[in-house]
């Protein structure tokens, strides 16, 4: 139960840190297959996958040492499909969805640090 309100604490930073973020850029506009309204940069979509899945995987990985492997594999493919999808879609460019992928990685090592102080 405590794992899913720090997931979503840290949901709640990643939006609040990327709405702060200068220099929004619109998001591309050939070939969508979804239309969005707002900025592109960074794909919240991206961050907050990396976010959750890296928080999980880290998480468990120092509760059951031996799933620390197959949870970082897990939370990467993860994120990397949602991350995939949105450039396939055209929603993102792939530097929107980098910087989601590192901003997102950042809360969850942020988020796992001060869980274990």
Known sequence: MAGG???KNSSQYLH???????DQTDRPIDHRLVEE?????PSAHA???AAMYGTIALNL????????????LLA?????????SRV???IHF?????????????VAGLVTLLMNT
Not at 37 to 41: E, G, N
Not at 76 to 84: A, D, E, N
């Open 5 to 7: 309100s720090c997931t």
């Open 16 to 22: 609040s840190i990327s709405s702060c973020l200068p």
């Open 37 to 41: 309204k707002d900025h592109s940069f």
């Open 47 to 49: 961050a907050t996958s």
């Open 61 to 72: 990985g120092q509760l059951v040492p031996s799933a620390v492997l197959p949870m970082t």
């Open 76 to 84: 990467v493919l993860l994120s990397f499909m949602i991350g995939f």
């Open 88 to 90: 396939y879609l055209g």
């Open 94 to 106: 792939l530097t929107d969805v980098i910087g989601g992928w590192l901003l997102g990685t950042g």
